[in-house]
Nanobody, 125 residues
Framework: RVPLVESGGGSVDSGGSLTLSCETS????????LGWFRQATGAEREGVAA???????TYADPVKGRFTVSQDNAKMRVYLQMNSLKPEDTALYYC???????????????????WGQGTQVTVSS
């Protein structure tokens, strides 16, 4: 079992910023991909951003230019810096982990065996 623990969610006004953090204890050895997903009420879970052990990153089109994913291997954490937040960014945000570094399936939830419990982000207009 790989513990993934998200934190940093909250409520902000449109245009505001938040930084999410995910503890990734036990999953930063070898080749891996750490992904951020979100799920709005009544919607499918969707990929937001991902970072591989190589440092390669990828972003979903709705967040490009606004969100930045990074990792601190020494602290075993991955971060999601979210700027210029919009009401449509409101969702429960999850971090997830999988082995390998091939990013083609980075936004396929079914490819990730390990998930955190989620942290709520609410953006009001």
């Amino acid at each position: 079992r790989v513990p993934l623990v998200e934190s940093g969610g909250g409520s902000v006004d449109s245009g505001g910023s938040l930084t999410l953090s995910c503890e990734t204890s036990g999953y930063t050895d070898g080749a891996y991909i750490l992904g951020w997903f979100r799920q709005a009420t009544g919607a499918e879970r969707e990929g937001v951003a991902a970072i591989a052990s190589t440092g390669e990153t990828t972003y979903a089109d709705p967040v490009k230019g606004r969100f930045t994913v990074s990792q601190d291997n020494a602290k075993m954490r991955v971060y999601l810096q979210m700027n210029s937040l919009k009401p449509e960014d409101t969702a429960l945000y999850y971090c997830a982990a999988r082995s390998g570094s091939y990013m083609y399936y980075a936004f396929w939830p079914s490819e990730y065996p390990y998930w955190g419990q989620g942290t709520q982000v609410t953006v009001s207009s």
